[in-house]
């Protein structure tokens, strides 16, 4: 039988990505209000670490929700529940937001690799150094980082109102993504 909402996994990495994204906005500030690191100074270091950790990270949750929706595709919405035109609306918001996500994961990622740093993912694998060091590059992919992570806050909120709404009607949609 055909599950009503998304599958168990699809839930699991939903949920695991909006946490993520959540965390990465509150890390954003958390690390940039800190001061540059020095030899006194290192209180930054932790907070980049895992804004980079669960950003990569992230890549991977998001790859994994759209493989399992594929091939788990979801039960079609109630036809009481979206108007046709909001049905497109609500598509166009979901394919927005997974390309956004990625945009703003690699321009992080490679905002980071012409900085000098380097990455060890999770404190275990050294990513490789192939990014030469360069201002420039750095300062331009942390531009496109800035101003895809706003356009990812505005699609979000679109997202979760749309998602309020839905709850304050009663119609069956949330439940596709809360149920067990
Ligand atoms: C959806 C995923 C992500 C979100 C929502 C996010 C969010 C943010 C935000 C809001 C900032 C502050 C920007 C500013 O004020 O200049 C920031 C900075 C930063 N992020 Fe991310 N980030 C994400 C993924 C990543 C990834 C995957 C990496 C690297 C592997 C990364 C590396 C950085 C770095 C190095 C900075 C500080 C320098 C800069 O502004 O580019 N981020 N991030
Ligand atoms: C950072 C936060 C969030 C992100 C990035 C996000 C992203 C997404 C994406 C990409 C989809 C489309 C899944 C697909 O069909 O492929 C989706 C579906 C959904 N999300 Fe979120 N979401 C977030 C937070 C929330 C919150 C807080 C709720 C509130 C309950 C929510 C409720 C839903 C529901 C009900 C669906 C299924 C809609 C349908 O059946 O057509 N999401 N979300």
């Excluded at 990625?102 to 990622?109: A, I």
Aim: some cysteine.
């Amino acid at each position: 039988m055909q599950r009503p909402g998304y599958s168990r996994t699809a839930i699991i990495m939903h949920w695991l990505m909006a946490i993520s994204i959540f965390f990465l906005f509150i890390s954003s500030w958390w690390m940039l209000s800190l001061p540059l690191p020095s030899e006194d100074y290192k209180y930054r270091v932790l907070p980049f670490q895992l804004h980079k950790n669960i950003g990569i990270t992230l890549i991977f949750v998001l790859g994994l929700l759209l493989y399992v929706r594929w091939i788990h595709r979801p039960a079609p919405v109630e036809p009481t529940a979206m108007t046709p035109a909001m049905h497109k609306l609500a598509a166009a918001n979901h394919v927005v937001l997974y390309l956004t996500i990625f945009v703003c994961c690699l321009s992080g990622y490679l905002s980071s690799a012409h900085s000098g740093w380097t990455t060890t993912l999770w404190w275990v694998l050294d990513l490789p150094d192939w990014g030469e060091e360069s201002e420039e590059l750095n300062i331009l992919f942390s531009d496109i980082h800035l101003w895809t992570c706003w356009i990812l806050l505005a699609l979000v909120a679109a997202h979760i109102s749309g998602a309020i709404y839905h709850a304050f009607r009663r119609d069956g949609l949330v439940r596709r993504m809360i149920r067990w």
